[in-house]
C-alpha cells in the first residue's frame, strides 16, 4: 500500500472536532459526519447537500437527532457498520462467530457456541492520503488523475471483549461529492473467526419517504430502469453468482418521495466495485429511519479468518448530487473516468471496433475473415476482433472451451496470416476468450476432470454445455494466465473480448464457500498480471452481454459489452438505464444487420448508428456482403463518430428524454469546457398528431453562438447557447406523421464565436 502522510491541502476536506468526537467530511456540495459516542459505538451523524458557498459547518445539538426511545435504545442507532451484537434485530452488515473460546467453558456451556456477537466501540482515527484505492487495481496502467492524492478517514474499532478489529475506511474524492468505503477486518484472537455476513459499508439516509431508481431486466435485456417506492422492511436487490449478472446492477440511486427528476432534486447514490455474489439491502424501519447495507450477498457466503488473518473488502462507491438523477450520474461518470479506468487519456479514444460474432458465428475461415477485414478497414474500422470459435475443437458451443490453442484446422499457420492482414489494413487485432470455463468435452477437462466447481458424488448442471473452472484452485488461475499470457507473447494481440457465459451452480470448491469472492479475486488477479505482462493489452468485459458491469472491473477493463440485444427498439432502453451509473465511453454498441437476429426487427440505418454513436462504436454485420451504397454510408457515419468521439467518450452526460418516459430518447454530451457538444435524438415511437416536446439542451456557455452540423457536414444553422437551452434544437418537435413514426440523427455542435455576456457568470452549473 502507498501511503502518505496527509497533505495539508486536504486539512479542510476531513475535520475532526474531538471535543465531540465529531468527523465532517466536507465536499465540493455535500457533507458527511459521522461521531464516537461515549460508549464508543460509531454513529451516523447526518450526510446531504450542501450550497458550495456554505460556509464552515459547524453542527451543534446532535443529541437532538439521535431517537432513543425506539423500543430500547439500541434498535434505531445509526451504527457507521451495524454489527449483529448489541441488542439488534434489524438487518446488519457484520455478523461473525468466534468458533472457539479461550480458556475453561463453565460447564454445559458448549451448546452455546460459536459466540455470534461483536461490539464494535472505537479505538483511534487517522488521517491518511493513500494512493492505491479501496478498488485496488494493479493493473500497472495509470488512472487519469493518478497524481491526486485523495484523504482517508480510517476509524478503528474493536470488539468489546475480543481483540477483533474492524477498521471503516473513507477515502474522499471532495470534486464529485464521492466517498470510498471499505472494511478491514483483523482477528487478533487465538481462535477463528468465521464471517457470515459482510457490508463494504452501511448507509443511512435522513428520516424521510424514498424511492429508489435502479435497473433491472435479463439477458438482452440489461439494465433497463426501474423507479420503485422504499415501503417498511428489506428491499433487497442482489445477485448470487461469480459475474455481476443480468437482471440487476450493483447501484443504486434514492430520492426523496417524489421530489427528484432527472435535473433536480437530492440524490444519493452508490455503486459497488465488485464483480462477484453482490447484494444492496434496505431496510424501512418502523420508525421511517432508512439505512442500506451493500457488500457480499450472504446466502453462502462464509470467510474464516484465522489468527492473525486481515480481509479488506472491495468499495461502496457513494455520494450525494443536489441536481438530480442526471447530476448522480455525471459524479459517478466522472469518477469512473478519472479514478477508476485504467489508462484513460483524454486523446486517446476507444477505437472503433468490428467484431465478427454476428457476421460468421462459428463458421471462421482465414480467407471469410481476411475478407471482414478488408471490408472494415475500408470503412475506417479501427479494431478487428475475431469472435468465438477459433480454437481447439470449438467448432461449435458443445466442445473445445477450456483449450487456448488456435485450431489447427482453421489455421494451420497459426494466427499470423490473419494478425499481419490486419495490421496492414492499418488495424489492431483482438480476441475473444472466455477463460473461467470449460467445455466437458476438451482437452483440458479430460486431463483435469476435478478442476471444476462441484459436490462430490453429486450430479451437476452445465449451462450452455459448460461447467466453471474452480478458480479457488491456484494451479487453475496460474494454467490460465500462462495460456492467455502464451498467446500475448506469441501474437500481437491488444485486445481481449473476455466472456463469461453462464451463472455458477453447485459451488464446490477448494476452498469451500470461500469461492465467491475467491474467484473474482482469482479473475481481477489474471487481468491484473496480464495488463502488467503485456501493456498495450486491452480488455473488454463481457458476460453473456451486459453481465458484468460493476465498478470493480471497470478497474481492470476499458470497455464492457453492454448487451447481445443490438437492436436499437430495445437498446434506448438498455443503454438509458446504463447511462444512470456508467459512462458512455465504456459502452460498447454496435452496429448490426438491418434484419436484427435478436429480434427479427427490420431497423433503418441511421437508427443503428445513432444509436451505437452513443458508445464505443462498433460492427458487428456481415459487411462484406453489403451494397457498394450501404459500405459507402458505413463509411461516411464511422467517419462522422470519429469527429464526435472526443465529445461522446469524454464529455458529460445529460438525458434530455428517456424513452421510457415517451418514447424518445435524447442524449446530449458536452465538453467541460463547453466548445463542443454532441446532441442525438432517437424517436422510437410517436404517434400520429403528437407533437414532441422540447428537447432543452444543458450545459452550453449561453453568450456563445454554436455551428450545428449533421453527419454530411451540411451547416444547420448557428445558434446562441441560450437559445437552444430556452426552445430546443429547431426541427425536433414536429408532428409523428406519415413516415416519421421513427426517426432519429446525430448532430456536432460547435463553439464559433463568443459574445459578451449580458450580466456575470452566475457561477457553477445549478
Ligand atoms: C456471448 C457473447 C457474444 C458472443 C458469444 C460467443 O454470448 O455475449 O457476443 O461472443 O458469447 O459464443
Avoid at 454 to 461: A, E, K, L
Wanted: with cysteine; proline share 6%.
Amino acid at each position: 500500500m502507498n501511503v502518505f502522510e496527509m497533505d495539508p491541502t486536504m486539512s479542510e476536506v476531513i475535520t475532526v472536532d474531538d471535543s465531540q468526537k465529531l468527523f465532517v467530511i466536507r465536499m465540493q456540495r455535500s457533507f458527511y459526519a459521522l461521531r464516537a459516542l461515549p460508549d464508543g459505538q460509531v454513529v451516523h451523524v447526518g450526510s446531504g447537500p450542501l450550497a458550495p458557498d456554505a460556509g464552515p459547518l459547524h453542527l451543534a445539538g446532535l443529541d437532538g437527532y439521535e431517537d432513543p426511545n425506539y423500543v430500547c435504545e439500541q434498535q434505531g442507532r445509526r451504527a457507521e457498520l451495524l454489527a449483529f451484537g448489541d441488542i439488534s434485530y434489524h438487518d446488519v452488515g457484520l455478523k461473525v462467530a468466534f468458533l472457539e473460546v479461550a480458556g475453561q467453558l463453565p460447564k454445559g456451556h458448549a451448546p452455546h457456541l460459536p459466540v455470534r456477537d461483536v461490539r464494535l466501540r472505537y479505538q483511534r482515527h487517522e488521517i491518511r492520503t493513500d494512493a492505491a484505492p479501496g478498488l485496488s487495481p494493479t493493473h500497472g496502467r495509470a488512472i487519469r488523475r493518478a497524481a491526486v492524492l485523495r484523504p482517508v478517514l480510517i476509524v478503528h474499532l474493536q470488539d468489546a471483549a475480543y481483540d477483533f478489529r474492524v477498521r471503516l475506511c473513507y477515502r474522499v474524492t471532495p470534486e464529485y461529492d464521492i466517498i470510498e468505503r471499505w472494511v478491514e477486518l483483523e482477528n487478533q484472537t487465538a481462535q477463528h473467526v468465521a464471517v457470515e455476513s459482510l457490508a463494504f459499508a452501511s448507509i443511512h439516509f435522513p428520516p424521510g419517504r424514498y424511492e429508489l431508481t435502479r435497473s433491472a431486466g435479463a439477458w438482452a435485456r440489461e439494465f433497463v430502469p426501474v423507479r420503485q417506492n422504499i415501503e417498511q422492511g428489506v428491499t433487497e436487490i442482489s445477485h448470487r453468482g461469480l459475474n455481476t449478472g443480468h437482471a440487476s446492477n450493483p447501484f443504486y440511486m434514492v430520492h426523496e418521495h417524489g421530489s427528484a427528476g432527472e435535473d433536480a432534486g437530492a440524490v444519493y447514490f452508490g455503486a459497488l466495485a465488485f464483480s462477484g455474489n453482490w447484494s444492496l439491502r434496505f431496510e424501512m424501519l418502523p420508525t421511517d429511519a432508512l439505512r442500506m447495507h451493500g457488500g457480499y450477498e450472504a446466502t453462502d457466503f462464509s470467510l474464516t479468518l484465522g489468527p492473525g488473518a486481515v480481509h479488506r473488502t472491495p468499495a461502496l462507491v457513494h455520494g450525494v448530487a443536489d441536481n438530480g438523477i442526471g447530476g448522480a450520474s455525471r459524479r459517478l461518470h466522472a469518477f469512473a473516468r478519472d479514478y477508476v479506468l485504467p489508462g484513460y487519456q483524454d486523446d486517446q479514444f476507444r477505437p472503433v471496433l468490428f467484431n465478427s460474432w454476428e457476421a460468421t458465428y462459428f463458421d471462421i475461415t482465414l480467407e471469410g475473415q481476411i475478407n471482414l477485414a478488408r471490408a472494415a478497414a475500408q470503412m475506417g474500422v479501427e479494431l478487428f476482433c475475431l469472435d468465438d470459435g477459433w480454437f481447439g475443437s470449438r467448432r461449435h458451443d458443445r466442445a473445445g472451451l477450456g483449450d487456448w490453442a488456435v485450431s489447427q484446422d482453421l489455421f494451420p499457420n497459426g494466427l499470423t496470416p490473419l494478425i499481419e492482414a490486419v495490421k496492414e489494413l492499418g488495424m489492431r487485432f483482438g480476441l475473444w476468450v472466455e477463460p473461467e470455463m470449460i467445455n466437458p468435452d476438451s482437452d483440458l477437462y479430460r486431463a483435469h476432470p476435478d478442476w471444476v466447481l462441484h459436490f462430490p458424488g453429486r450430479p451437476r448442471t452445465e449451462a450452455r454445455n459448460q461447467l466453471v473452472l474452480d478458480y479457488g484452485r491456484p494451479e487453475v488461475v496460474e494454467h490460465i494466465f500462462a495460456a492467455l499470457d502464451g498467446l500475448l507473447s506469441r501474437y500481437d494481440i491488444t485486445f481481449f473480448k473476455w466472456d463469461m457465459n453462464r451463472y455458477a451452480s453447485e459451488p464446490g470448491s477448494v476452498v469451500g464457500k470461500a469461492i465467491w469472492h475467491a474467484h473474482v479475486a482469482g479473475l481481477y488477479s489474471i487481468m491484473d498480471r496480464l495488463r502488467q505482462a503485456h501493456p498495450r493489452l486491452d480488455i473488454q468485459s463481457c458476460a453473456g452481454g451486459g453481465g458484468r458491469v460493476d465498478l470493480g472491473i471497470l478497474g481492470r477493463c476499458d470497455q464492457v459489452w453492454t448487451s447481445d440485444n443490438t437492436d436499437p427498439f430495445d437498446r434506448a432502453y438498455i443503454q438509458d438505464g446504463f447511462s444512470l451509473a456508467y459512462p458512455p465511453r465504456v459502452m460498447e454498441a454496435w452496429v448490426t444487420h438491418d434484419h436484427n437476429h435478436q429480434t427479427g426487427r427490420v431497423v433503418p440505418l441511421d437508427l443503428r448508428f445513432d444509436l451505437a454513436m452513443r458508445g464505443a462504436l462498433g460492427i458487428g454485420s456481415n459487411i462484406d456482403k453489403l451494397s457498394a451504397d450501404e459500405r459507402a454510408a458505413y463509411r461516411r457515419k464511422i467517419g462522422f463518430y470519429k469527429t464526435i468521439r472526443p465529445v461522446v467518450q469524454n464529455g458529460d452526460l445529460y438525458r434530455l428524454a428517456r424513452v421510457q418516459d415517451g418514447g424518445v430518447s435524447v442524449w446530449q454530451t458536452v465538453l467541460p469546457d463547453q466548445s463542443q457538444s454532441v446532441y442525438s435524438i432517437a424517436v422510437i415511437q410517436q404517434l400520429q398528431g403528437h407533437h414532441l416536446p422540447a428537447y432543452r439542451l444543458r450545459a452550453l456557455a449561453p453568450a456563445a453562438i454554436y455551428a450545428v452540423r449533421d453527419e454530411n457536414g451540411a451547416r444547420l444553422g448557428r445558434y446562441s447557447g441560450a437559445q437552444l437551452m430556452a426552445l430546443g434544437m429547431p426541427g425536433d418537435q414536429r408532428n409523428g406523421g406519415l413516415g416519421c413514426a421513427v426517426r432519429s440523427r446525430t448532430l456536432l455542435l460547435e463553439k464559433v464565436a463568443d459574445q459578451e455576456p449580458r450580466y456575470p457568470s452566475m457561477g457553477a452549473e445549478t
